[in-house]
């Protein structure tokens, strides 16, 4: 109850005058969601296929305009307020979360755009570090509102590049294009079927059929994320070198289960980026059958696929934990459960399960003191509204 108060749009404006004062300026509201992605894992980097659908979840922005070239940061969920000058904006600010929207001020500013001051202040109720895409959901809705803002008519597909660029260059995580993409083109109702190469997608209708996606958000601590992320990158770079003489691929994710059969020996001495190729070529081709069987209305046949991936992504691309092998095993032990995996990067963070929607009370009341036991640790679940993209919400002005 109380959450959705604080976020009500009053409440909102309210923390903003008192932050930053009142002023003739407009101040604007945005709102990005998060995004859950139901398979094709680790996939986006390697220009293969994903298959993410937005949240109800996500980040508001209201912003204003201040032309005195002082950028101040503020949000509801943390009691850190910064202010930085023109000059500061251009460098990192510690490990902090203010270094997604510089990142996003840095990719302005290099594509010539003049900045002289905002003040924001960021409402979020998207789990961090959960792998529900929380800082694509900041990057973006601050890319949407700087482009609204300035004037600079960015399509949404170079907003959504601006904001990727954000996070590879700014904050050093060599991430794809999945999260900002499913954040920015997000269509309530829907799942994309999104080719990360050509960055073709489709929208698919969720016709879940009495069936629902919950999300269970281990609450591990991650850590080392971003080095281990980065280092499947590399690895799948490495798996690209060996195979692209003899296959004649120019990106991994076109690699396909038979090709790389045929060419195992090649890596020789690279028994690592071997499995990693091996879930990227087999993770592609569970998206290729997922989408037909749950247009076919298979859920069957998706939630096996949904099984599949996990296992590759804990045995072979090495990014589970073990409470995310918990929760999925726990969740597998449920009869009516039809499939369940690690959501996002892994190394912590959710699962998402398929299952009845007469079955979720139960569900949530078996598996979330039996991961208790097992791990110590206190699950939170959600179940998932697929919801729309960014937008703008309202204008008014605090006199
Ligand atoms: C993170 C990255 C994405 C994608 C997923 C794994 O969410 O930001 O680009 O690689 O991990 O599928």
């Given at each position: 109850m109380s959450a959705i108060s604080e976020q009500s749009p009053e409440r909102l404006l309210e923390r903003f005058n008192q932050k930053f004062g009142r002023t003739p300026e407009h101040i604007s509201t945005f709102f990005a969601p998060g995004r859950v992605n139901l398979i094709g894992e680790y996939t986006d980097f390697t220009g293969g296929l994903v298959f993410p659908c937005g949240i109800n979840q996500g980040t508001t922005l209201l912003i204003r305009r201040t032309h005195d070239h002082q950028y101040r940061f503020a949000s509801t969920n943390f009691d850190l307020m910064a202010q930085l000058n023109q000059q500061e904006i251009s460098q990192t600010y510690g490990d902090n979360w203010i270094n997604y929207p510089l990142g996003v001020l840095d990719q302005f500013a290099r594509r010539g755009v003049t900045l002289d001051g905002f003040d924001c202040l960021y409402a979020g109720n998207v789990p961090n570090g959960a792998g529900l895409s929380s800082s694509a959901s900041i990057e973006v809705v601050t890319a949407f509102a700087l482009n609204q803002l300035l004037h600079t008519e960015l399509s949404l597909l170079e907003l959504v590049r601006v904001s990727q660029s954000a996070e590879n260059d700014f904050v050093g995580m060599q991430c794809g294009i999945m999260d900002q993409f499913a954040v920015a083109f997000a269509q309530v109702g829907h799942a994309m079927m999104l080719d990360c190469h050509t960055v073709e997608h489709r929208q698919v209708p969720l016709n879940l059929d009495g069936l629902c996606i919950i999300v269970t958000n281990t609450n591990q601590r991650r850590e080392l994320n971003e080095s281990a992320y980065n280092n499947r990158v590399r690895e799948c770079q490495r798996a690209l070198e060996l195979l692209a003489p003899a296959t004649g691929i120019s990106y991994l994710g076109q690699l396909l289960p038979e090709q790389l059969a045929e060419?195992?020996?090649?890596?020789?001495?690279?028994?690592?980026?071997?499995?990693?190729?091996?879930?990227?070529?087999?993770?592609?081709?569970?998206?290729?059958?997922?989408?037909?069987a749950l247009e076919a209305g298979d859920m069957q046949a998706f939630g096996e696929l949904m099984n599949d991936s996990h296992d590759s992504l804990r045995d072979l691309f090495e990014v589970s934990s073990d409470p995310l092998n918990q929760l999925?095993?726990?969740?597998?032990?449920?009869?009516?459960?039809?499939?369940?995996?690690?959501?996002g990067a892994g190394f912590g963070g959710c699962t998402v399960s398929l299952l009845p929607a007469?079955?979720?009370?139960?569900?949530?009341?078996?598996?979330?003191?039996?991961?208790?036991?097992?791990?110590?640790?206190?699950?939170?679940?959600?179940?998932?509204?697929?919801?729309d993209g960014v937008r703008s919400i309202s204008q008014e002005t605090s006199l």
């Open positions: 060419h195992e020996s090649l890596f020789a001495s690279d028994a690592i980026p071997l499995q990693r190729a091996r879930h990227v070529s087999n993770e592609n081709a569970r998206v290729r059958a997922a989408v037909p999925v095993r726990l969740a597998r032990e449920q009869p009516t459960v039809l499939g369940s995996r690690l959501t007469s079955g979720a009370d139960t569900f949530i009341r078996s598996v979330g003191p039996a991961y208790t036991a097992a791990t110590g640790l206190t699950a939170d679940f959600y179940t998932i509204q697929p919801g």
